[in-house]
């Protein structure tokens, strides 16, 4: 069983940036693949990004690539979003998944979800 608590979140006007956290509970949170998903209203939820368990493979949405930076630190069960240059329509809910089966990628099936936090960035 893993629990998932994301912080972090906040309100902020365009251009600045951002950090998430997803602090896990678990002795085997190394073990786990390690995305964040995003949910505007209205919205589907959506993949912004996530990485293997041993931090070797990171894949990004193309709407955040070259302005978001997912990463992880297995000493303190917790992965991070650095959110640079966001943008009024970056606005939504981020969720942290984690999952140790297999590599699920952009798909929703991750085993483990946060409640989220919110994110709203202003023009």
């Known amino acids: 069983q893993v629990q998932l608590v994301e912080s972090g979140g906040g309100l902020v006007q365009a251009g600045d940036s951002l950090r998430l956290s997803c602090a896990a509970s678990?002795?085997?949170?190394?073990?786990?693949?390690m995305a964040w998903f995003r949910q505007a209203p209205g919205k589907e939820r959506e993949f912004v990004a996530v990485?293997?368990?041993?931090?070797?493979?990171?894949l990004y949405a193309n709407s955040v690539k070259g302005r978001f930076t997912i990463s992880r630190d297995n000493a303190k069960n917790t992965v991070y979003l650095q959110m640079n240059s966001l943008k009024p329509e970056d606005t939504a809910v981020y969720y942290c998944?984690?999952?140790?089966?297999?590599?699920?990628?952009?798909?929703?099936?991750?085993?483990?979800w946060g409640q989220g936090t919110q994110v709203t960035v202003s023009s």
């Open positions: 998944a984690a999952d140790a089966g297999e590599f699920k990628g952009t798909r929703k099936e991750y085993e483990y």
């Open positions: 678990g002795r085997t949170f190394r073990s786990y693949a």
């Open positions: 990485i293997t368990w041993s931090g070797g493979y990171i």
